[in-house]
C-alpha cells in the first residue's frame, strides 16, 4: 500500500513511517519540523518508497494514498501549550484536511487521539466508554479540546460520508527518538539523570501515569488498522501505573550518579491519575503490551545516551 503520515518526522510518527516500510509499503511523511526533526528519518530517507515533504496539515494536501496515518500535533505540553492556538488548528484543520481527503480517496483514516480527552479522570482506569473531565478553558485545553473535536470530526465524517475511520486514544508512551528537550517526564527525567542534574518532580509525585514502550504501541496501532470489527475509539497503552516519584526513583537506580530529586510546582490541571482500561484492544487486536518499564527505560537510556 500506499501510506501517507503526517507528524512522520516526530518521536511516535518516525517509528510508524520506519515499520510501514519494513512491511512493504510505501510511505508519504508529511511534517512542517515544529516538535519532528529531519535526523529521526534520515535513516529512512535512501529508501524508494519513502518520501518526505515538509508541510503543514493546516493548509490542505493531496497524495493518492490507500491509507492515511494523522499524528501531526505536537504532544509534550510545553510544546503545545507553546503556541495554543496554533494547536488547536493543527487538531481541528488537519483532521478536517485528512479527513476530506480519506473521503475522497476511500482511503481508511487512523486519528492520533489521546488518554487527554478523559481530562482529569474521575473513574479509574479509564475505558473507551468514559466520557472525561476536561477544563475547556485551561493551559491543556488548545490540546484536550482540540483532540476532541477532532475525534467528533471524525466520527461526524464516518456518520454522515461513511468515511472508514479508526480512532486510538494513546497513553503515556516513551521511547528512543523523543526529543531530548521535549518536556515529557520520562525524557526530562533521563536526560536530567545522565547530564547529573537534579530530576525535577511536580508537585508532590504522587500523580500516576501509565508509560508504554514504543515498539508496543506502534504494534497495535498496525493490528487497529488492519481490523474491521471495530472504528474505536480504542485505547492502547500500558496498564501498569506508577507514581511520578515511582518513576523517578527508577530512573536514578538505572542511570546512577549524583542527581537526586527536587520538587517543583505541580502545572495547572495536571491529572491526578491515569491507566487505560485495554479490555477492547486485548479483545480484537489480541494486543498487550510485552516491553515492562524497566526494560523500556533501559532501551531508553541507551539511546539518549548516543544523543547527550
Ligand atoms: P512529537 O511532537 O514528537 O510528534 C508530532 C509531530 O507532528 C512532529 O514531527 C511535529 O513536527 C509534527 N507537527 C506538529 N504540528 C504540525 C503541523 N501543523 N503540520 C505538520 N506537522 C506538524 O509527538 P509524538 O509523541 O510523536 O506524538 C504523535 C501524535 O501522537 C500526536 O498527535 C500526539 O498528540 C499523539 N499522542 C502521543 C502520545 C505520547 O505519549 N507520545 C500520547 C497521546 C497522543
Ligand atoms: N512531570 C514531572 N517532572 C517533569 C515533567 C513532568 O514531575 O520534569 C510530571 C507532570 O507534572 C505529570 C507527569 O509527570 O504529572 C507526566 O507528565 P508528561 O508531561 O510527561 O505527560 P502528561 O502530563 O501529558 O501525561
Redesign the pocket.
Known amino acids: 500500500m500506499r501510506i501517507l503520515v503526517?507528524?512522520?518526522?516526530?518521536?511516535?510518527?518516525?517509528h510508524l513511517c520506519e515499520r510501514l516500510l519494513q512491511d512493504g509499503n510505501e510511505v508519504v511523511c508529511?511534517?512542517?519540523?515544529?516538535?519532528?526533526?529531519k535526523a529521526?528519518i534520515a535513516h529512512l530517507r535512501p529508501n524508494p518508497r519513502f518520501e518526505f515533504v515538509r508541510?503543514?496539515?493546516?493548509d490542505p494536501f493531496k497524495y493518492e494514498v490507500d491509507q492515511i496515518y494523522?499524528?501531526?500535533?505536537?504532544?509534550?505540553p510545553p510544546?503545545?501549550q507553546y503556541n495554543p492556538i496554533?494547536?488547536i488548528?493543527?487538531?481541528v484543520m488537519?483532521a478536517i484536511n485528512c479527513l476530506g481527503l480519506a473521503k475522497r480517496l476511500k482511503a481508511r483514516v487512523f486519528q492520533?487521539?489521546?488518554?487527554?480527552v478523559y481530562g482529569d479522570p474521575s473513574v479509574h482506569p479509564q475505558p473507551e466508554s468514559y466520557w472525561g473531565n476536561v477544563n475547556p478553558i485551561g493551559r491543556r485545553s488548545c490540546?484536550d479540546e482540540g483532540?476532541r473535536c477532532a475525534e467528533t470530526l471524525f466520527f461526524d465524517y464516518h456518520r454522515e460520508n461513511k468515511v472508514d475511520i479508526r480512532v486510538v486514544?494513546?497513553?503515556?508512551?516513551?521511547g528512543p527518538?523523543?526529543?531530548s528537550n521535549?518536556g515529557?517526564v520520562v525524557s526530562n527525567f533521563i536526560v536530567q539523570a545522565l547530564q547529573g542534574d537534579d530530576l525535577t518532580l511536580y508537585g508532590d509525585g504522587t500523580q500516576t501515569r501509565a508509560f508504554?514502550y514504543?515498539d508496543d504501541?506502534i504494534e497495535g496501532f498496525v493490528r487497529f488498522m488492519g481490523q474491521t470489527e471495530t472504528v474505536g475509539p480504542m485505547n492502547l497503552g500500558n496498564p501498569g501505573e506508577f507514581t511520578m516519584l515511582q518513576l523517578a526513583e527508577k530512573t536514578l537506580q538505572l542511570v546512577g550518579g549524583p542527581s537526586r530529586i527536587v520538587y517543583r510546582p505541580l502545572p495547572a490541571d495536571d491529572p491526578r491519575q491515569r491507566r487505560p482500561d485495554i479490555t477492547l484492544a486485548k479483545r480484537v487486536l489480541q494486543w498487550a503490551p510485552a516491553v515492562d518499564l524497566e526494560e523500556g527505560l533501559r532501551r531508553t537510556i541507551a539511546y539518549f545516551k548516543t544523543k547527550i
Open positions: 503526517t507528524g512522520g518526522a516526530g518521536f511516535l510518527g518516525s508529511i511534517d512542517n519540523l515544529f516538535t519532528g526533526q529521526n508541510h503543514d496539515v493546516i494523522n499524528l501531526a500535533c505536537p504532544a509534550s510544546h503545545y496554533k494547536t488548528k493543527t487538531s488537519g492520533a487521539s489521546t488518554s487527554e490540546y483532540k486514544r494513546i497513553f503515556n508512551t516513551y527518538r523523543m526529543h521535549d515529557r508504554c514504543v504501541l
